[in-house]
């Protein structure tokens, strides 16, 4: 009796949505700026400026998708961080580590509902990566 007066007085199904609080959507267009800025980079050759966005972008992703139902915004923002992230080590030669960037993205992509057109082919695509790191690991 005495611990019922401890909780937060709400149902778990009123709890507070995080992606409606304004840091949500505003962490959500910084974390797609810098993915944008980090591939231009990356497609101008400038690894070492790509690189250090994404470093800068990683705990943002973290915080997006750590709430309960992330937005799809928030997932295609985390998902093209990953997929960059995972190309830059494929082209390092890092297999291993590129493998699991892009295995990252299938699950969030196959198990994401309500599937889309975009969703399938992200699925498609991470697919084609982790197949592409298995051959190069095979050589």
Known sequence: MMLAGCGSGRAPSEAAD?????????TVEQLAAIDKEA??????GKPDQAAALIEK?????????SVNHPTLEAAEAASDLDDLYGRM???????????????????????????????????????????????????
């Not at 580590?97 to 309500?114: E, G, T, Y």
Request: charged content about 30%; hydrophobic content about 35%.
């Open 18 to 26: 995080a992606t409606r609080e304004g840091w949500y959507a505003k």
């Open 39 to 44: 591939e231009s980079d990356f497609q101008a």
């Open 57 to 65: 972008g990683l705990p943002m992703e973290e915080k997006l998708v």
């Open 89 to 139: 080590l494929l082209s390092n030669r890092h297999f291993g580590w590129a493998r699991l960037q892009f295995q990252k993205n299938l699950s969030r992509w196959k198990h994401w509902s309500p599937q889309t057109v975009d969703t399938v082919r992200r699925v498609q695509q991470a697919a084609a990566e982790i197949t592409e790191c298995d051959r190069r690991m095979e050589q």
